[in-house]
Nanobody, 124 residues
Framework: VQLQAFGGGLVQAGDSLRLSCAAS????????MGWFRQAPGKEREFAAT????????SYADSVKGRFTISRDNAKNTVYLQMNSLKPEDTAVYYC??????????????????WGQGTQVTVSS
C-alpha cells in the first residue's frame, strides 16, 4: 500500500492550492481518508476527512469554509482544495487511509497508512 501526497508549494496569503493524494494497493471504496497537518514546533492535527463513499466530510474549525476535501474513487485519489490560505496554514500536510471504517476519523489511531507529506508554505 502506498499513499503519495503532492501539490504543496510556496504561496502568498489569500492564494489557493490543491493537494492530491494518490493511493495504490487499496480498493478505493474500502477506505476513508484524512488530511492532517503539522506546523513547525507543533503536534500533528486533523484538518479534514472524507468517508469511503465520499458522502460525509468533516473539517477542523480552523479550516472550515476555506478547505474542501473530495475524492475520485475511479482514480483512487483524494484532494484537498485550500482557498484563502493564511500564514497559519503553513505546515507539512499528510494524507492517511483508514481501512474499513467511517467513524472517528479525526483521530490518528484510526488510520492504517500514511503518505510522506507535502510542504505548504504561506507567506504574509
Amino acid at each position: 500500500v502506498q499513499l503519495q501526497a503532492f501539490g504543496g508549494g510556496l504561496v502568498q496569503a489569500g492564494d489557493s492550492l490543491r493537494l492530491s493524494c494518490a493511493a495504490s494497493g487499496l480498493t478505493s471504496s474500502s477506505y476513508s481518508m484524512g488530511w492532517f497537518r503539522q506546523a513547525p514546533g507543533k503536534e500533528r492535527e486533523f484538518a479534514a476527512t472524507i468517508t469511503r463513499s465520499g458522502g460525509r466530510t468533516s473539517y477542523a474549525d480552523s479550516v472550515k469554509g476555506r478547505f474542501t476535501i473530495s475524492r475520485d474513487n475511479a482514480k483512487n485519489t483524494v484532494y484537498l482544495q485550500m482557498n484563502s490560505l493564511k500564514p497559519e496554514d503553513t505546515a507539512v500536510y499528510y494524507c492517511a487511509a483508514a481501512v474499513g471504517t467511517d467513524s472517528n476519523l479525526m483521530y490518528e489511531y484510526r488510520y492504517n497508512f500514511w503518505g510522506q507529506g507535502t510542504q505548504v508554505t504561506v507567506s504574509s
